[in-house]
Nanobody, 121 residues
Framework: VQLQAFGGGLVQAGGSLRLSCAASGLGSSRYRMGWFRRTPGKEREFVAVGTKYAPSVRGRFTISSDNAENTVYLQMNSLRPEDTAVYYC?????????????????????WGQGTQVTVSS
């Protein structure tokens, strides 16, 4: 199983970026993909999954997917310097008991390599 995330880069505050994450090797398995991010000195934090978003990005970020291409996207608008982080996509094979479990890193089985997003002020 491999998740490849790309699309990060350097952008000015107020700008936009679109991250992509392509999954391969999952075959016909049912899975859910989400996005997380990590800033230096902090734990990896939830960003988006399904129709749910972290409060800090709600209204600015949009997660979407192309099931035929096994790809999930994260459209990031109105970027802020505090959005600077390494962004990770992740795939969960198990069905969580509660959807809120998908906000937790422990729920996910596979992780992409991360893509750096830097927002300058």
């Amino acid at each position: 199983v491999q998740l490849q995330a790309f699309g990060g880069g350097l952008v000015q505050a107020g700008g936009s970026l679109r991250l992509s994450c392509a999954a391969s090797g999952l075959g016909s398995s049912r899975y859910r993909m989400g996005w997380f991010r990590r800033t230096p000195g902090k734990e990896r934090e939830f960003v988006a999954v399904g129709t749910k978003y972290a409060p800090s990005v709600r209204g600015r970020f949009t997660i979407s997917s192309d099931n035929a291409e096994n790809t999930v996207y994260l459209q990031m608008n109105s970027l802020r310097p505090e959005d600077t982080a390494v962004y990770y996509c992740a795939a969960a094979l198990r069905t969580a008991d509660s959807f809120a479990d998908y906000y937790n890193v422990e729920t996910y089985d596979y992780w992409g390599q991360g893509t750096q997003v830097t927002v300058s002020s």
